[in-house]
């Protein structure tokens, strides 16, 4: 080989050692066991102190699940088993409701979602509470934020995060501008007085802007913001796929393995379709018992169904397993 030629080999294998390697699809785990009624769509779940697992998911009033071992799952009822009027400006009249988000905070669950139809960027997000979680216990408290076609970002996928300070932060939105955050009062758990910043999280400046469902947790001394790339809701043609970032600051910025921020596309794979498993995505992550959860969706030829994996942060990254 010339010595041209062994300059080109050698600057490619320092290259490809440098460049950090995602996982090959084949080396991604199935979905762990679970049973019963988990035909679900956008789940997001909370553990209650009594050890139940309470889920709730995109859907007619917004479904309710429990568990008492996270692998059987029952369905109880729905957060407005009557409809939501309130609404029905942002849904055409539907109760179909999208994109919960379930959390417990001073004795009190939170339930943030959002109101929509498909590509629309006439969105609301919502925001419930209740003293149990349970169907027929929680309280309207209205709209937190809303988009129209005026925005250049879509209301819809919110996420409430705590900082390590105790400050309250909401992550939403998606494809268009991207992921987009806001300070919240807790008192109110509505947008802050003091702190009315719109901050841009995520963006993907190709692909048709396809981002969303944001998830942000703090481990290990980073901020972890979690999306979904690619294309939802198209059965077993669906593309999504789990991507991550993290920062140490929860306002970013966010950079993935290789550096590249979030706001230019940037995004780690951690989990995509494999073998009968397609279009992972719109993911929560749960802080369990020893543990952490990766709570998603996913299809295969019977719909959309649930899936619940663990995660490994031991080398400062998530891994699913």
């Not at 209650?48 to 309710?64: C, E, R």
């Not at 140490?248 to 009968?276: C, F, K, M, Q, W």
Request: hydrophobic share 40%; charged share 15%; net charge neutral.
């Amino acid at each position: 080989m010339s010595r041209t030629g062994l300059r080109v080999l050698a600057i490619a294998v320092l290259t490809a050692l440098a460049t950090p390697l995602a996982p090959a699809a084949a080396d991604y785990p199935n979905p762990g066991f679970v049973t019963g009624d988990v035909s679900v769509h956008d789940p997001a779940m909370v553990r209650a102190a009594d050890g139940t697992y309470v889920l709730v998911s995109t859907g007619n009033g917004l479904p309710i699940r429990t568990s008492t071992d996270r692998v059987g799952f029952r369905r109880i009822g729905s957060v407005w088993p009557g409809g939501a009027p309130w609404a029905h400006p942002f849904t055409g009249g539907s109760n179909q409701l999208w994109a919960p988000d379930i959390s417990f905070h001073d004795g009190r669950y939170y339930l943030y979602y959002s109101a929509s139809t498909f590509g629309s960027r006439n969105s609301a997000i919502f925001l419930a509470t209740s003293p149990t979680a349970m169907p027929g216990s929680w309280t309207n408290l209205g709209i937190v934020w809303q988009t129209g076609n005026a925005n250049d970002y879509n209301a819809i996928d919110p996420n409430l995060v705590v900082d390590a300070a105790g400050a309250w932060w909401l992550t939403f939105g998606s494809f268009w501008t991207g992921i987009k955050m806001i300070r919240i009062d807790p008192a109110t758990g509505k947008q802050s007085g003091t702190d009315r910043t719109l901050y841009s999280m995520a963006r993907r400046p190709t692909a048709g802007g396809a981002i969303e469902a944001p998830f942000l947790v703090r481990q290990g001394g980073f901020y972890y913001l979690f999306v979904s790339f690619d294309l939802c809701c198209r059965g077993t043609g669906s593309t999504y796929r789990v991507m991550v970032g993290r920062s140490t600051s929860i306002t970013g910025p966010y950079v993935d393995r290789a550096g590249v921020a979030l706001t230019n596309g940037g995004g780690t794979e951690i989990l995509a379709t494999h073998g009968g498993v397609v279009g992972p995505g719109h993911q929560a992550v749960l802080p369990d018992t020893g543990t952490w959860l990766l709570i998603y969706h996913y299809y295969t030829s019977a719909g959309s169904r649930l899936g619940i994996n663990f995660l490994d942060w031991s080398d400062g990254w998530p891994r699913v397993f």
